[in-house]
């Protein structure tokens, strides 16, 4: 009886295989990898999450660029090739400028409301154009230039007082703190005019803060069960992830509600006697809820807040980290970049923004630390709004789009020796982009509209810290494993030793 039934399941799988294939290859679908498992889909591929990157390269060497996966009951569109992410973000980019609507979004991001979440549509648009015109366009940049320098003197300062007296003496630092608390601070001061991590003290600002996001980050990333599997709404089984996002969006929501609120009251003691200088984007946006209320509602505000902060912070300091890292794994390339500093700009003053057109070479490590460690390895989620054609194969409307980015970079395919750190490959590389096999911030409608922001910010910051300081890795062998969260980290904070150099000790000392 036993055997009877295991050769009808034998040929009921043999026959359910046959038939997907066909069927698959009749509707041209893209390549699916074996199994799909009922109800799961592929969603066993998951099972190390910090990874995701690499099994999904892992996927995509075998059943080749464009492929399709279910995670649960959502068809995904997994591509890993340049020229299919051409086809999804440049030929078909107006059918992928959507979202997938996820439970955390709609409960972090102000019901779909935020830049990084909105459906395309007005909302977004409007958001986009808020965002180039008037918060991140080149002459606001400019305007608030004296922030990133004040803040990255304010690092400097704080490394130099952190060394023990007297003369050629190092001290260890945990750089990704450094640098979190940098960018941070300059972001916080872009948005609402005030810093919040002191010289010395923590402010209860900083406190509340770095605890939220240690809530938002041990939530479990964007997704969520009931994102696979609708049944979960109808059988209650997404109500502990609500509970829990829930709870954090209060926290969240009042934390920026604060910031908003004492930007009224400056503005109110100020009137009209604003200096552009001191012109923050919660002024920005609240200048505007004057003129059109109806659009400028607070949670519009507040969602724009939260998703500039949230994206501007982590971004470039692991990006910042990662750079580190690679120029005290290679310390010839360090070098190189130490002797560019110190030709163009000298040992009389401290580098500038305006400095960084003259320093190529920088420009090129940090567009290799882009490569090999984006930090976005996989692209958000995107999803197409009509069928579409992307590598000569049928996507169906509602497909949920996952762009690979770290495996388009690291593709050995394409780029000679990828695992190595070659910053030389990008040598007469204009900007930070070659195609599409090298776009860090994304490319068409959705791309990261704060790319100009963090080049300068990356720029300066790891441009002064090559020219100030010496340095050096606690460990002889670095670790250089990567876990994928919100943003490409490393997995094991780097510990790096430092000194001043004697050619900037006197400068640095009266920062
Ligand atoms: C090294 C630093 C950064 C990197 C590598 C980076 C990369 C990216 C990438 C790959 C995307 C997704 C593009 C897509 O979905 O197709 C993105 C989106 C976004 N980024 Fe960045 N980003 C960085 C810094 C920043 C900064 C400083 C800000 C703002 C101050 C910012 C704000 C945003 C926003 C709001 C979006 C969503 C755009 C939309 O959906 O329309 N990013 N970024």
Not at 175 to 198: D, H, P, Q, S
Not at 367 to 395: F, K
Request: proline share 6%; with cysteine.
């Amino acid at each position: 009886m036993n055997e009877i039934l295991l050769v009808f399941a034998s040929i009921f799988l043999v026959t359910y295989i046959i038939t997907k294939k066909l069927l698959n290859k009749y509707q041209n679908l893209p390549p699916t990898p074996f199994p799909t498992l009922p109800i799961l889909g592929h969603l066993y591929l998951f099972r190390n999450p910090t990874q995701i990157h690499r099994a999904l390269a892992k996927v995509s060497d075998r059943y080749g660029p464009v492929v399709q996966l279910w995670l649960g009951f959502r068809r995904t569109l997994l591509v890993s090739s340049a020229s299919a992410a051409e086809d999804c973000l440049h030929h078909n980019d107006v059918i992928f400028a959507n979202r997938p609507r996820l439970l955390g979004a709609k409960i972090l991001g102000y019901d779909y409301t935020n830049m990084l979440w909105a459906p395309y549509g007005p909302l977004w648009r409007n958001h986009r154009r808020i965002a180039s015109t008037e918060i991140l366009s080149p002459h606001r940049l400019s305007l608030l230039a004296h922030i990133r320098s004040d803040e990255v003197k304010s690092l400097l300062k704080r490394l130099y007082d952190h060394l023990p007296e007297g003369d050629n003496h190092d001290s260890t630092v945990e750089i990704k703190t450094a640098l979190f608390e940098l960018t941070n601070n300059v972001m916080m001061r872009m948005i609402a005019g005030k810093r919040i991590y002191g010289e010395k003290v923590e402010s209860e600002d900083a406190k509340r803060f770095k605890l939220l996001m240690k809530e938002l980050l041990s939530s479990g990333g964007a997704f969520s069960g009931g994102d696979f599997f609708p049944f979960f709404k109808y059988l209650g089984l997404n109500k502990a992830n609500e509970k829990k996002w829930n709870a954090i969006f209060v926290k969240f929501d009042k934390f920026f509600q604060d910031l908003v609120n004492e930007q009224r009251e400056k503005m109110k003691e100020e009137g009209d006697d604003c200096d552009p200088k001191n012109k923050n984007m919660i002024k920005v946006l609240l200048g505007l809820q004057k003129t059109d209320p109806g659009y400028f509602t607070e949670d519009i505000i507040k969602g724009l807040v939260m998703i500039l902060l949230l994206t501007g912070t982590e971004t470039s300091s692991s990006i910042m980290e990662w750079a580190v890292t690679l120029l005290l794994k290679y310390p010839e390339i360090h070098n190189k970049a130490r002797k560019e500093i110190d030709q163009h700009v000298g040992h009389d003053r401290l580098i500038e923004e305006q400095d960084l057109h003259n320093l190529p070479y920088l420009n090129c490590i940090i567009n290799e630390t882009l490569r090999m460690y984006p930090a976005a390895p996989i692209i958000p989620p995107h999803e197409s709004s009509e069928d579409c054609v992307v590598g000569g194969y049928r996507i169906p409307q509602g497909t949920m789009l996952n762009v690979n980015l770290w495996a388009i970079q690291n593709d050995p395919k394409v780029w000679d020796e990828p695992s190595k750190f070659k910053p030389e490959r990008f040598e007469n590389v204009e900007g930070n982009r070659i195609g599409y096999k090298f776009m860090p911030f994304g490319s068409g409608r959705r791309a990261c509209p704060g790319q100009n922001l963090a080049t300068r910010v990356v720029g300066l910051t790891l441009g002064s810290l090559i020219q100030c300081f010496q340095w050096e890795a606690v460990e002889e062998d670095i670790d250089m494993v990567e876990k994928s969260a919100v943003s490409m980290w490393k997995a094991k904070p780097l510990q790096a030793i430092f000194k001043p150099r004697n050619e900037m000790v006197e400068f640095i000392s009266l920062i």
